[in-house]
């Protein structure tokens, strides 16, 4: 059974225990229950026949076999349907009729739910009882249907009237000595007019203070590429990946969480591409696939290649892998002067020579110990590289969630400035964000970071005078709710108490505030650990239809690739009593703040109004009511793409850090914590992960098998893990099941949300501040209470 809070240490206690037996899913609660736990091969292309029959399976678990096939034909099409909420891959310019994947149905699924979570629910059980559910259970019971206020003496949620939550925020906001001690998050799902209306309501309540999901995700890749580049985005578009020579795939499982990345793929081996993954695990988007919406591929079992080389390299070990191709380039760039774009060098970049001389001082020995590849690997991917004229570098959290993300997302700008591949079609950086609209929201001002120019236009524009200091990001606020700090926090979206690092501490620190609000579309983890006072409260989803004053409203998003288009919800709401996250927001803004200066009510009776002021106040958001109703919408101008660097020196920037050492000490792994086929970040589906070739078993750790040898541990047997925390604090999970996988020595992998109870409150980057979920120091041990 699922509680942290039997798992919490006393406090300021090193050591803390959480029983991996407790943590699974029991008694019915899971998905699988009943079912065995298996583990082989996966032989199968990606997508498919395997993907039709999870998709069936999904609509029949959420009773959805009317609406749900209707609205997935209305998916992530030219305006006149509502975006996938799934990931922020983008949409196909070319008239596709069904650009759909399988797991984007089961998350429009997911919404769309014939479930419902109402006040019969909470009267039934109480919040102590509901904390012991599992994650599944709680998310199963459907979709929140009313508002909802904790009561502390009955222990219970009970109805609450929207204008009573909404002056209950109000009144513990105002009540604040400062206005710094609040804390509000967004989860990257929020449309970009919710996002611009929730920034400004914090700063003009006077916080900073906006962790979001992208702490957590690409926070490394944003600063990365503004430091090197002057704009915190990748620079390429659909139209790149489909005109590359050569694409690297770094760290990200497509097949899984971007998998209409799998149309690119193959359509690029078509067309004779090179492609090469880098990844410790051969991941199923890097063998072949059947294109997802391709339906006559399905019916011929006919499945294209999706990648010509795979690099298994070590965790950690991108960089080096990087930085032996640029030594390679340079070293053949002695006998031939083209392997480097020298016009292109001098004309647009700095701090060439620096790194010319830094490649070469670093000796092959330490490449090939540092990336986990042999010099002949690295060799062949530097030639992949210097003989396409266009490439394209893409990645994800396999990159960003390790203490030299920033470094490893730099370098990969060093690698392509050398062969000038920026600002040119088919060519560029391209990282792949995570939730659909989370580059959206860092667009539209979720920055606890703002810069100073974004501040002065806000101002100018809303007639607001935002605070300067910097505010909290995700691990900063999880302290400083610790520390009593921070005492309101308020969670748009999401599921912060399980996303975040050191389960057990966040709970605390959740526990500690005097407020916590969520505006949910589902039961999780989040409201059932809270503070003294709590909200929730329920919101419409983006495949429903938002009716406002002034009629039926949509909201943007922005993709991976920087185009924002329109979404507008079908389906009738799941409950009347919901209210739109823009509505929401003005709600709980006008209640704290009531001598505003924003039309908070005005806006509501029409987004088009929200979209003028973004328009005045947003670089890139000219005439944004307009463009943004043109068939696929607009890009946002990308200086870079241009050649234009928004950085000190006017060019692009080279960087020069030093390789960092990611070998594993003595009997020390390298871990990552990574999603399974069948979940969406904190939301299970199911037990299964079928690329991977594992059935109904989530409580398990994939190992190099000469390194389970090497620790006695036999295969599905039950281990104990015990992580070393940067702090030298330890944290234990027991009773997990060891599989042989094929990946170097050295590494180990698991499951997220549920191993966030290893990553420590220290174990972040420097640099980038994110949590290092995937580079976790363990030892990994046969378990001490026996096989089982
Ligand atoms: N269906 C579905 N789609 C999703 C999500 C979901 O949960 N479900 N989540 C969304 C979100 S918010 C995000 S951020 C993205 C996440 O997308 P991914 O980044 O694909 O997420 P993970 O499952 O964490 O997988 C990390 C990948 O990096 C690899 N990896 C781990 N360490 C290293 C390393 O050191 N080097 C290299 N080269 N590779 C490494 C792992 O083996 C794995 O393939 O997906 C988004 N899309
Ligand atoms: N160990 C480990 N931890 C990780 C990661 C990892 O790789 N390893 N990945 C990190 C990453 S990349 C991310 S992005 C975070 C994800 O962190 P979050 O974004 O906080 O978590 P989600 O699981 O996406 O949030 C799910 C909840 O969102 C709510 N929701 C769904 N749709 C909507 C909607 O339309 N509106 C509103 N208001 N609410 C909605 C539902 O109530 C649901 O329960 O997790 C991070 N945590
Ligand atoms: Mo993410």
């Not at 992530?76 to 922020?88: K, V």
């Not at 060799?379 to 893409?394: F, H, N, P, Q, W």
């Not at 599905?716 to 940067?726: N, Q, R």
Request: aromatic residues 6%; glycine residues 8%; proline residues 5%.
């Amino acid at each position: 059974m699922e509680n942290p809070d039997d798992d919490r240490p006393p406090t300021g206690a090193a050591e803390e225990t959480t029983d991996a037996a407790r943590r699974a899913p029991a008694g019915g609660e899971g998905p699988d229950a009943a079912h065995r736990a298996s583990q082989q091969p996966y032989r199968h292309p990606a997508a498919g026949w395997g993907a039709a029959k999870s998709v069936t399976r999904v609509l029949m678990q959420e009773r959805e076999f009317v609406d749900g096939p209707r609205a997935i034909f209305r998916m992530n099409h030219e305006n006149s349907g509502f975006d996938c909420p799934g990931c922020a891959w983008p949409d196909d310019t070319k008239g596709l009729k069904l650009d759909i994947c399988e797991n984007g149905i089961k998350h429009v699924t997911w919404e769309m739910t014939a479930k419902r979570a109402g006040r019969e629910l909470f009267a039934a059980h109480s919040v102590s009882e509901l904390a012991t559910w599992s994650d599944f259970a709680l998310e199963d019971t459907g979709r929140l249907t009313e508002p909802m206020v904790y009561n502390e003496e009955t222990d219970h949620y009970e109805p609450i009237g929207w204008q009573a939550a909404f002056a209950l925020i109000g009144s513990e906001l105002r009540a604040l000595d400062d206005p710094n001690q609040a804390a509000f998050y967004t989860s990257g799902r929020l449309g970009n007019e919710a996002t611009f209306l929730y920034q400004l309501m914090a700063r003009e309540y006077g916080t900073n203070n906006l962790p979001d999901c992208s702490n957590m995700c690409h926070e490394a890749s944003g600063r990365a590429l503004t430091q090197a580049l002057g704009t915190g985005k990748g620079t390429a578009d659909l139209k790149d990946w489909e005109t590359a020579d050569a694409l690297f795939i770094m760290g990200v499982n497509a097949a899984s969480n971007a998998p209409r990345m799998l149309t690119a793929l193959s359509e690029a081996y078509r067309r004779g591409a090179q492609i090469v993954h880098v990844n410790p695990l051969v991941e199923a988007a890097a063998t072949r696939t059947i294109v997802p919406h391709d339906l006559l591929d399905m019916a011929l079992f006919k499945s294209t290649r999706t990648s010509t080389l795979n690099l298994q390299v070590r965790a950690g070990g991108d960089m080096a892998l990087l930085r032996g191709m640029a030594k390679a380039v340079i070293e053949e760039s002695a006998s031939d002067p083209k392997a480097l774009d020298r016009e292109f060098i001098e004309r647009h970049t700095q701090g060439f020579e620096e790194y010319r001389a830094l490649c070469e001082a670093t000796s092959w020995d330490e490449l090939e110990r540092q990336s986990g590849l042999t010099r002949a690997d690295i060799l062949k991917a530097a030639e992949v590289y210097s003989r396409a004229d266009r490439t394209l570098i893409s990645w994800c959290l396999g990159v960003s969630q390790h203490e030299h993300g920033v470094e490893t997302v730099r370098e990969i700008v060093n690698v392509l400035l050398l062969r000038g591949n920026l600002g040119r079609e088919g060519a560029g950086p391209s990282p792949v964000r995570g939730h659909s609209n989370v580059q959206g929201n860092r667009t539209c001002g979720i920055d606890h970071r703002p810069a100073p120019e974004f501040l002065d236009r806000i101002a100018q524009a809303c007639g607001i005078d935002p605070p300067r200091a910097h505010g909290l990001d995700t691990v900063a606020t999880v302290a400083a709710m610790h520390r009593g700090d921070v005492k309101v926090f308020v969670g748009m979206g999401g599921n912060f108490v399980k996303a975040a690092p050191d389960t057990p501490y966040t709970v605390e620190g959740m526990r500690r505030c005097a407020l916590t609000v969520h505006v949910s579309t589902k039961l999780n983890r989040s409201h059932v650990e809270h503070g003294r006072k709590a909200l929730i409260l329920p919101c419409l989803g983006r495949t429903e239809k938002d009716q406002q004053r002034r009629g039926l409203q949509s909201t943007s998003v922005e993709d991976s690739m920087s185009m924002v288009h329109l979404s507008v919800g079908m389906k009738r709401p799941a409950s009347p009593h919901l209210l739109s996250e823009p509505a929401i927001i003005a709600g709980m803004a006008r209640a704290t703040l009531p001598d505003s200066v924003v039309p908070w009510e005005h806006y509501i009776e029409d987004y088009d109004r929200i979209r003028d002021t973004m328009a005045r106040a947003l670089d890139g958001f000219e005439d944004f009511n307009r463009r943004v109703r043109l068939p696929l919408g607009f890009r946002i101008r990308q200086p870079a793409r241009e050649l234009v660097f928004l950085t000190g020196s006017g060019r692009a920037e080279f960087s020069s850090a030093p390789l960092p050492d990611v070998v594993p000490r003595d009997d020390l792994l390298v871990l990552q914590t990574m999603r399974s086929h069948d979940q969406w970040n904190t939301t299970i589906y199911s037990d299964d992960d079928r690329y991977r070739g594992v059935k109904n078993l989530r409580t398990l750790v994939l190992m190099n098998a000469d390194d389970m040898r090497a620790r006695g541990i036999a295969e599905g047997t039950p281990v104990d893990l015990t992580a070393i925390s940067k702090d030298g604090t330890t944290r234990h999970l027991n009773g997990y099941t060891a599989l042989a996988y094929d990946m170097p020595a050295g590494c180990a992998a698991g499951y997220m949300p549920e191993m966030n109870v290893l990553v420590g409150r220290a174990d972040y980057s420097t640099t980038s501040d994110q949590p290092l979920m995937k580079s976790l120091s363990v030892r990994i041990a046969p378990s001490a209470a026996g096989s089982g």
